[in-house]
């Protein structure tokens, strides 16, 4: 948690509603798109972000700092998305998983490391979007928003074992997708490239 996160929890703390404005300008992109890659669609994504927001200024003072702040605010929106997903009771495509091994895995990661960063997040993002919900905001979370092990495992809820489960087969989905969707050049040549 930064001591600017810290600053304007105090202040909101303290009834000072406009403090509560700069913690959702700082945190409502990355919101908007976990929730986006949990629901799949644009308007429930923004409803969810919103109902994620109002849930963290009416329990901020429950907030107690034993995670960083951004994984206390990623946990609700998981959980909020969640609950969207149970009440519209949607089910949304597995993707098939051809048996990739590890080396295989890492090997994919290998050749995402040396695209320029920009094609590799478009690359990944445009990957990650036909993903399932779960998958997709488990890999946002590490692709994306840097988050270890201990701090996905406080966002989902589960122990950091089983989240190196789900990522490792959220991972080797990813991996099926990127081979049907990138360039088969692109694979083939940094796919020879071992660390």
Same mark, same amino acid.
């Given at each position: 948690?930064?001591?600017?996160?810290? *600053?304007?929890?105090?202040?909101?703390?303290?009834?000072? /509603?406009?403090?509560?404005?700069?913690?959702?300008?700082?945190? =409502?992109?990355?919101?908007?798109?976990? /929730?986006? #890659?949990?629901? =799949?669609?644009?308007?429930?994504?923004?409803?969810?972000?919103?109902?994620?927001?109002?849930? $963290?200024?009416?329990?901020?003072?429950?907030?107690?700092?034993? !995670?960083?702040? !951004?994984?206390?605010?990623?946990?609700?929106?998981?959980?909020?998305?969640? %609950?969207?997903?149970?009440?519209?009771?949607?089910?949304?495509?597995?993707?098939?998983? %051809?048996?990739? /091994?590890? *080396?295989? $895995? =890492?090997?994919?990661?290998?050749?995402?490391?040396?695209?320029?960063?920009?094609?590799?997040?478009?690359?990944?993002?445009?990957?990650?979007?036909?993903?399932?919900?779960?998958?997709?905001?488990?890999?946002?979370?590490?692709?994306?928003?840097?988050?270890?092990?201990?701090?996905? !495992? =406080?966002?989902?809820?589960? /122990?950091?074992?089983?989240?190196? $489960?789900?990522?490792? #087969?959220?991972?080797?989905?990813?991996?099926?997708?990127?081979?049907? *969707?990138?360039?088969?050049?692109?694979?083939?040549?940094?796919?020879?490239?071992?660390?």
């Amino acid at each position: 948690m930064t001591i600017n996160d810290q *600053h304007y929890i105090d202040l909101i703390n303290k009834g000072d /509603t406009n403090a509560f404005a700069k913690l959702v300008d700082r945190y =409502k992109d990355l919101v908007y798109t976990l /929730t986006l #890659r949990m629901l =799949k669609n644009r308007e429930e994504a923004e409803e969810v972000s919103q109902d994620t927001f109002i849930k $963290v200024y009416k329990s901020i003072n429950q907030y107690k700092g034993e !995670s960083k702040f !951004s994984t206390w605010i990623y946990r609700i929106a998981y959980n909020r998305s969640l %609950d969207r997903l149970k009440k519209n009771r949607k089910y949304f495509n597995n993707v098939a998983i %051809d048996e990739f /091994t590890e *080396h295989q $895995v =890492k090997t994919i990661d290998n050749a995402l490391s040396k695209l320029e960063d920009e094609e590799r997040n478009h690359a990944i993002q445009k990957c990650i979007a036909l993903l399932s919900s779960d998958d997709a905001f488990l890999l946002t979370l590490y692709y994306f928003e840097d988050q270890n092990l201990d701090e996905i !495992s =406080k966002v989902i809820g589960l /122990t950091i074992n089983n989240v190196k $489960v789900k990522l490792f #087969r959220s991972r080797k989905k990813l991996a099926t997708i990127m081979m049907a *969707h990138l360039e088969p050049e692109i694979i083939e040549h940094y796919g020879r490239e071992r660390n």
